[in-house]
């Protein structure tokens, strides 16, 4: 197998294979995740009864921290499974950035990292400005 890393580690075609195997990856681990959460949750209420769409009842919020999404997916609950599934898709394009952010530093590019590093704090603000503790 090739290596995906070549001796000079900042040739930008390293960096932009690294981070297309991070996306791919994580994609296809978040899809693969989901799935088996979905089909678990078809396995444990298949039996439930037909809601009735006439009124609506909503559900309670559950699943809303890291914390409550591990506790779930360790009970083997099927939408903490699903939630990890959707935690791992959020996280695979804020990892692009941060790799990104790290290519721009081995690459010395003062203008990019200036602008990688603004996109990257905006989003941890953005997810994390509102957090539950």
């Known amino acids: 197998m090739k290596k995906i890393l070549s001796k000079s580690f900042n040739a930008d075609q390293d960096i932009e294979k690294l981070i297309g195997y991070l996306l791919r990856y994580g994609v296809i ?3 693969l995740i989901v799935f088996i959460g979905g089909i678990i949750y078809l396995h444990q209420y ?3 009864s037909i809601p009735a769409y006439h009124t609506f009842v909503g559900e309670q919020a559950g699943f809303t921290t890291i914390s409550q999404i591990m506790s779930g997916v360790g009970s083997f609950n099927a939408k903490g499974i699903i939630q990890l599934g959707v935690l791992i898709l959020i996280a695979t394009p804020i990892l692009r950035i941060f790799f990104s952010l790290i290519g721009f530093i081995l690459e010395k590019d ?3 990292i200036l602008i990688t590093f603004v996109v990257l704090s905006v989003m941890m603000f953005s997810i994390f400005g509102g957090l539950k503790v």
Do not use: E, F, G, I
């Open 29 to 31: 681990t978040a899809s």
């Open 46 to 48: 298949q039996h439930s």
């Open 110 to 112: 003062r203008l990019y």
